[in-house]
């Protein structure tokens, strides 16, 4: 009965998202393979492919493309490890994520989620993480009741869904077309809150302001920069998010056990790639590393993120990108996230009890020098007894790259001496921290929606190339959280776009039985 419940489930949300996929622009070239589950014939020669990047991606492309019977796959990887935003570190002791952390939406609609359920690296029974948890304070040490508390938590929830309802209503939308998801949440708040006393008014827009510090530090933009009414386009999956017993490395494991050890190649910097041949002798494409390996394939699939495209799209594709897909590049944004472990001494916090809502006033929060005041959320980190963590987005999470540790440690201290009235807190003994920014294969955390894009300019960023009015097949195909429309930001979208990656090239080695003749133009530099 249970099965057959979640057969029912299942078929519903498919039906529901093929009704919902009508309000992207049409893209008939990604959607269409999503469902293949056959092998090459062996007959037919399976085509080279070269991975540019061993994120979850990449790795994703990969290990479909083997699940399909194309094993002459190679992944050249610049760091010298696997995983790129996924990055599960020990920290005395303990994995701790410093990117992906939780899989967003417990379901078997999730990809990541399916992926390790199969493979047993959830947590059983799986542990689900409450929106609203923690006890919430103002930061002047007074507690918030639990009457505030849910009936804060109830405005959240019908303004997020005032949000959702934007998508697909072009009236709605047309209102709020200029609006950032700041101003559109700031207004709704004003209107709940018209009712109340002043003090309560006061007291449930702090609440709020936590709420909206966590929003920020996951979407790795200042909310006054994201257009809302493409906010609501991020379709999030159902089933509230968990964590995976041993951190996101076990995931980016278990995609890379399938793939031959051979044919991933470590601390392998991309700085060419020809996606369109002049030379008799070379594949359909060339990939050169900066240690001078020059790496033929028949397809290229491009998974960097989005901050080194932005940074190095000129130099690194020969011919250039075409001007729709520059546009692409420039206009989607990548935001900021970081994430900071405080180890202690021992725990001044009961197991379960450690997790802490910082609920600041309108006032405090008008003074953007404080970084400190874009943490909505320390909680203790996930399987670690001694260490809390938390998690900061936007410019703060800049700032968070560019302070000394000590100067983390001093601040954190003193939000926690203010916040719980309590002086005598210790200071954490060391720190751990993310800095995805300043890491030159990243140059950021995640991509978002700013003012000037569009969904089109995502789906853009998932065309490949040469197109098909130049073309019959393209060589050059791009896979990455930022390729996703309604699931970017995420490790599944990232995924689901490694695999439709690789159903494509499945297909069209199908469709030509092996793979398609060279694209020849005469504009590469050599
Ligand atoms: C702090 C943080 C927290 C997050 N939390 C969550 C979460 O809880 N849940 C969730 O679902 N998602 C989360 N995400 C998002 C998720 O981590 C990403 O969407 C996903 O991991 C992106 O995978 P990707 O393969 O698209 O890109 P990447 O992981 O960026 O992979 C690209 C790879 O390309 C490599 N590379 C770059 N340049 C070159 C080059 N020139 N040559 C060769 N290789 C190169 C990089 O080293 C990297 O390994 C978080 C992200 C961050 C940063």
Redesign the pocket.
Known sequence: MKFLNILRYFSLTCNKQKEDDNRFPRCEKITKTACTFDRLDPAIKAPRVVI?????????AAHRLHQCGIRDVVI????NR?????YTCTFEGHSV????????GATIANP?FNLASQEKLLLIPTDLVKPFRGTFIHSDGTPVSDEIRDKSARIYRTILCHVKELYGDPDETAIHLDNSIWTFIMKHIELETSGMGAAEAEEVKNVLSAMMNCLKS?L?ADLRDVPVDLHACSRPCLGG?TYLRDG?QSVVEAMANVVPKESIKLS????SIKWANTSHEEGRVVVK?IDGNAYNGDYVIV???LG?MKD?HEK?FCPMLPDRKVEAIERIAFGN???VYLLYDKPFWIKGEGTLRICWSADELADADKWVRSIGLIEEAPGHPKALMF?IGGPSAICVEQLSERCIARDVTNLLHLALNEPSLPTPNKIMR?R?MSD???LG??SYFQAGSHLKHMVALADGLPMFCDAPAPTLLF????TVPGQ???????RI??IREANRIFEITRRFKGAPPKYRIDTCRT
């Open positions: 540019v990047g061993a994120g979850i991606a990449g790795l994703s050249l990887e610049a760091a696997l995983g790129g935003r996924a994520d410093l990117g992906a952390q939780w899989i967003k990541v996951s790795g998010d996101f392998q910097e991309v700085c590393t998974t960097v993120s080194v190095r690194l996230i970081n994430r998690s993310s995805w030159r294969f990243f955390a995640t896979a990455g959280e930022a970017s930001g995420t490790a599944h979208g990232a776009s490694g």
